[in-house]
Each structure stands twice: as structure tokens, then as C-alpha cells.
T-cell receptor, first 111, second 114 residues
């Protein structure tokens, strides 16, 4: 068990570019979550999967955000046409029951 | 929908003193409650959770929390803190009928001074 792995750790991109993040959950965990965290705030829910099915997506989430979890394994989060307001730490977590195991996050900076 | 309020954004305390980090929640349904800790430059780690049963739950590193349904609170306590407990602590709530998202508070920064 190597924990939840997120790549890349850091990403700097120009406004308007597309970015994609990857999350590899703990292999036996069937649930996978994406959260966003900005300075001074707690993690904010974005979306979650049970196996390969995306069961919930935040209503606050722009259509520029999309996530996939093909075959119920790793997951990707894509942000299209990035904006400066997208700068944040993007967290992935997985679980089998209640309570998450978090990855270390991907820090996105949009310049 | 659920919400979480962590009543103190920063808590300074001297080493070996007791500490309480306060968390109140709001929900129209039964809830599960969690505390996570984030040490400097590390990811969030589950500290403890309340699902059912005894309202006093014990977690890692000597922390415990008590679920109080009437006061809708889930305060975190430790009788004697160490320098190494310096971290940010997040309270979270989930709808017990839905194994989906947790809603997090904005965190409490615990600073333990020598």
C-alpha cells in the first residue's frame, strides 16, 4: 500500500491553457474524491466516483472542469481555459468506507 | 446540506497544557463526523471519526473527541500537547445516508509553544 499518489506535485500554467492532473488511489478503495483547497480555507468538494461512475459533482463547479475514472482505477481532473481564480491546491482522496486517505495534492498556479 | 463551523481559527497553547479545538455542525439528517490533521508540508491525515455508538471516540496521537447531538458539536481534545502537535486541524461532516462527500470546516491552526 503506497497511499494515494498525485501527479504532478506542482503545475504552473498560463491563463487560458488546459491542465490535467492525475490521481492514483489505494488499489482496494472503490471511492475516489476530488477537492480544492485555497489558503485559509478547508477543502471544498468538487466531485466523487464510486468505481468508474461519477456519482456527484459540485453545483459550484464550472463546466470547464471535468473528471474521469476509467475502469475504476486512476482518475484525471482536467481544467480547460484556466483562469487565475483556479489557482489552488487540488486534493485527491480515496476510501473504502468512511474517512478519507488523502494524497499530497497538486498545487496549480495560473499566471 | 451540511455545514461546519470551527470556532477558533488559531489556538496557541504551551507544551504539556490541555487543548480543546471546537467544532459545530449543521445538518438536517444524521451525520458522521471526522477530524483530520495537516502537519506542515504534508497531506491531510484522518485523526479520528464518529460513526455510531459511544459518543467519545479516541484517535491517534492521544487525541479524542466527543459527539454531542443536542449541541451539534464534535470538539477535539488532548490532555497534554507536544510541540509535534503543531498543525492545522480540520473538522468534517458527512451525511450518514450517503457515502459521498464530506463538508469541511476552515481549519484551526494549533501552535504549541515551548
Amino acid at each position: 500500500d503506497t497511499g494515494v499518489s498525485q501527479n504532478p506535485r506542482h503545475k504552473i500554467t498560463k491563463r487560458g491553457q488546459n491542465v490535467t492532473f492525475r490521481c492514483d488511489p489505494i488499489s482496494e478503495h472503490n471511492r475516489l474524491y476530488w477537492y480544492r483547497q485555497t489558503l485559509g480555507q478547508g477543502p471544498e468538494f468538487l466531485t466523487y466516483f464510486q468505481n468508474e461512475a461519477q456519482l456527484e459533482k459540485s453545483r459550484l463547479l464550472s463546466d470547464r472542469f471535468s473528471a474521469e475514472r476509467p475502469k475504476g482505477s486512476f482518475s484525471t481532473l482536467e481544467i480547460q481555459r484556466t483562469e487565475q481564480g483556479d489557482s489552488a491546491m487540488y486534493l485527491c482522496a480515496s476510501s473504502m468506507s468512511y474517512g478519507y486517505t488523502f494524497g499530497s495534492g497538486t498545487r496549480l498556479t495560473v499566471v | 446540506a451540511q455545514s461546519v463551523t470551527q470556532l477558533d481559527s488559531q489556538v496557541p497553547v504551551f507544551e504539556e497544557a490541555p487543548v480543546e479545538l471546537r467544532c459545530n455542525y449543521s445538518s438536517s439528517v444524521s451525520v458522521y463526523l471526522f477530524w483530520y490533521v495537516q502537519y506542515p508540508n504534508q497531506g491531510l491525515q484522518l485523526l479520528l471519526k464518529y460513526l455510531s455508538g459511544s459518543t467519545l471516540v479516541k484517535g491517534i496521537n492521544g487525541f479524542e473527541a466527543e459527539f454531542n447531538k443536542s449541541q451539534t458539536s464534535f470538539h477535539l481534545r488532548k490532555p497534554s500537547v507536544h510541540i509535534s502537535d503543531t498543525a492545522e486541524y480540520f473538522c468534517a461532516v458527512s451525511d450518514s445516508t450517503n457515502a459521498g462527500k464530506s463538508t469541511f470546516g476552515d481549519g484551526t491552526t494549533l501552535t504549541v509553544k515551548p
